[in-house]
């Protein structure tokens, strides 16, 4: 035990009269002091790339969207090259060795027949007669988003030759080609819809949630009498609404905002409840003390504070608004031919007979599985990492 200072000396102290650094500290190890310096948009960055599957996901549908604005230039063939020499034919494989040798990929010419018997055509591959796959090739001419003319694919057949991968219908065009071309359209018709939904559902139900009062009761028993409708029904109803005599264009734009009509309620819900949470906030009452509007009030002050959960429930609705396009197509009361898209391709197989047959014709219902699961991954990734403090 050390002895005590004589009176009046000054008592000894422990404190260190260094500069202080946050980094330094000896509690907090190197991996806390990152966590407890990072910004918010780091947290939930940090916690996104944890869910492997949302991550993945996130990947795969930047590079669909990426690839539908040069679908043209991927696409082996063009949307509407007909090749009647090969009606319903079957989807060729891609080979690399001939003979025991390696050529690279490349696929085996068809013979047809036909039987007698069923009138069926009948393909074989033809053992002798290889065809090489061309890559960054000149193939069917196209215009690049109707502006440019251009005939370069990533892409082709062999000269001559001919490359089903995934089989043709029954004019002999390509069923990748138009699944490729079919995208662009099922893919972004989720995007404007869920658009036109965001915007009404945040301007709607931010009103409902802070104004409140009649115009809140009024919202509320809206959202419940469209909630209560069947969903395909009132789908069906308003397509059938549009006039046949439309262009394929002002169709598709119809179709686009009936979607997000009809979607909006949930979303609206769920700012209604975040705004009536956040309106009592200090510095929403500060904001409204300062003369600021109801607009500015809800933009700049509350919706941002809650952008990431709406973000995430944008990514969950697009989903349902390409499955809703998808059925409309396919019962034939939503887009209609030459606009080509998952659900158009998908009434090739509306018969049980043209599937025993043809099976190959449902493929386009591939894609629209992956792309659904992908957003209801990302979503539930983006949704977890809305809140990086659980």
């Known amino acids: 035990m050390s002895p005590l200072p004589p009176p009046g000396a000054p008592l000894p102290h422990y404190i260190s009269t260094a500069p202080f650094d946050p980094m330094a500290t000896e509690t907090m190890t190197s991996a806390q002091s990152r966590i407890h310096l990072a910004s918010q948009k780091q947290l939930m ?18 590079f669909t969207y990426l690839m539908i604005t040069v679908v043209e230039f991927v696409a082996p063939y063009g ?5 009647v020499d ?3 034919s079957p989807p060729q494989r891609v080979h690399l060795f001939h003979d025991g040798s390696f ?14 018997n069923t009138l069926h055509r009948l393909y074989n591959d033809k053992p002798d007669d290889v065809q090489p796959i061309r890559f960054l090739c000149r193939g069917d001419a196209y215009k690049f988003w109707g502006l440019v003319d251009s005939n370069l694919h990533l892409v082709c057949p062999a000269v001559g030759g001919q490359m ?14 138009r699944i490729l071309y079919g995208a662009r359209i099922s893919l972004t018709i989720g995007l404007i819809g869920i658009s036109i939904s965001f915007c009404l559902g945040i301007v709607i139900g931010g009103l409902a949630g802070y104004r409140g009062g009649v115009f809140d009761l009024v919202v509320q028993r809206l959202i419940e009498v469209l909630q209560s409708l069947p969903s395909l029904p009132l789908w069906m109803a308003l397509a059938a609404i549009m006039p046949v005599t439309w262009s394929p264009l002002v169709i598709y734009f119809g179709i686009t ?10 979303l609206a819900r769920a700012v209604r409840s975040k705004l009536l949470a956040l309106r009592e906030e200090d510095y929403v009452q500060a904001a409204q003390l300062m003369g600021a509007s109801t607009s500015r009030v809800i933009g700049r002050h509350l919706v941002p504070g809650f952008m990431s959960h709406l973000i995430a429930s944008a990514t969950i609705s697009i989903p349902s608004m390409i499955l809703g396009e998808t059925a409309l197509s396919f019962l034939g009361l939503g887009l209609r031919p030459p606009i080509t898209s998952w659900g158009i391709l998908l009434t090739e197989a509306k018969s049980v007979s043209v599937i025993a047959f043809y099976p190959w014709l449902l493929f386009p219902i591939i894609p629209v599985v992956f792309v659904i699961l992908a957003f209801n991954f990302l979503g539930d990734g983006l949704r977890d990492a809305a809140d990086p403090y659980k």
Do not use: C, E
């Open 86 to 88: 090969f009606i319903h």
């Open 257 to 266: 905002v009936i979607l997000g009509i009809i979607d909006w309620t949930g």
């Open 164 to 177: 089903f991968l995934l089989g043709t219908d029954r004019l002999g065009r390509d069923v990748l080609s």
């Open 45 to 62: 960055w940090w916690k996104f790339k944890q869910h492997r599957l949302a991550l993945i996901s996130g990947v795969f549908l930047i």
């Open 103 to 116: 050529v690279g990929p490349f696929v085996y010419g068809r013979s047809m027949s036909l039987d007698m």
């Open 79 to 83: 949307l509407h090259t007909k090749n």
